[in-house]
């Protein structure tokens, strides 16, 4: 009976020894992943601002403003894909892309109009720069009611919702309609297009735009019914 009770404890003990074991390697690859993603943050960010790349937001208000011209285009984007090379240049190892996430969610747009649409973004430039009311209609749609560099205080409200259905559906509807310095309906099309996937691809960076859009989809079936 007492080897039996021996036997018992010494396998209590081995098991209580394991999960000691298992729970410091599990804090020591929490405490080493949190290094990580601090060195690299330091890292990408020291490449933002060593290329003196400009944060999305001013980009967005040069163009509302006609201020953003296909010279200043090319600049921008000159010195984002210079940051970006030298970003990924910062990992010690391909299966460490996770911790450039905040790098990329930062630069969503940048990466809209400088990578994945670049050439499209140029052609369309010249419709956008020719609309005189674009900063006006921003403003009325209450853009700035979601525009926060906090994404968590941001809740869906009345006055959040009907800002980002204004900026992503009236302001490109606009843009298809009246865009008048384009050769013909379909690249007008084309360029409204263009415009809703560039705010698209901003807002993602301001909010978790997903959530917030089925949040407000919510709040209107909860109204209607």
């Known amino acids: 009976m007492q080897r039996r009770d021996l036997d018992v ?12 074991s298992l729970s410091l390697c599990s804090y020591s690859d929490s405490l080493e992943d949190n290094l990580k993603e601090a060195l690299y943050k330091k890292c990408w960010k020291e490449c933002l601002d060593h290329h003196q790349v400009s944060p999305s937001h001013e980009a967005v208000l040069a163009l509302i403003n006609r201020k953003f011209s296909l010279e200043k285009h090319e600049k921008h984007c000159r010195s984002y894909n210079e940051s970006k090379k030298c ?20 630069n969503y747009l940048n990466d809209f109009i400088c990578a994945r649409h670049y ?14 009311s674009l900063e ?13 560099d906090d994404s968590s205080v941001l809740q869906a409200n009345p006055q959040t919702c009907a800002a980002l259905r204004c900026v992503t559906r009236y302001i490109p509807g606009l843009i298809r309609q009246q865009c008048t310095s384009l050769e013909n309906a379909k690249m007008a ?19 978790h735009l997903n959530r917030m859009k089925r949040q407000c989809e919510d709040s209107d079936i909860i109204k209607r019914s």
């Open 9 to 20: 404890s010494i396998r209590l003990l081995f098991i209580s020894s394991l999960l000691v």
């Open 87 to 106: 970003a990924h240049s910062c990992l010690s190892s391909p299966n460490h892309e996770y911790y450039l996430r905040p790098f990329v969610r930062q």
């Open 119 to 132: 050439d499209d973004f140029r052609k369309y430039l010249p419709c956008y720069q020719g609309h005189t």
């Open 136 to 148: 006006q209609y921003f403003i009325r749609c209450g853009y700035f009611a979601i525009e926060s």
């Open 189 to 207: 099309h084309e360029a409204g297009d263009l415009m809703e996937r560039m705010v698209t691809a901003f807002l993602r960076e301001k909010l």
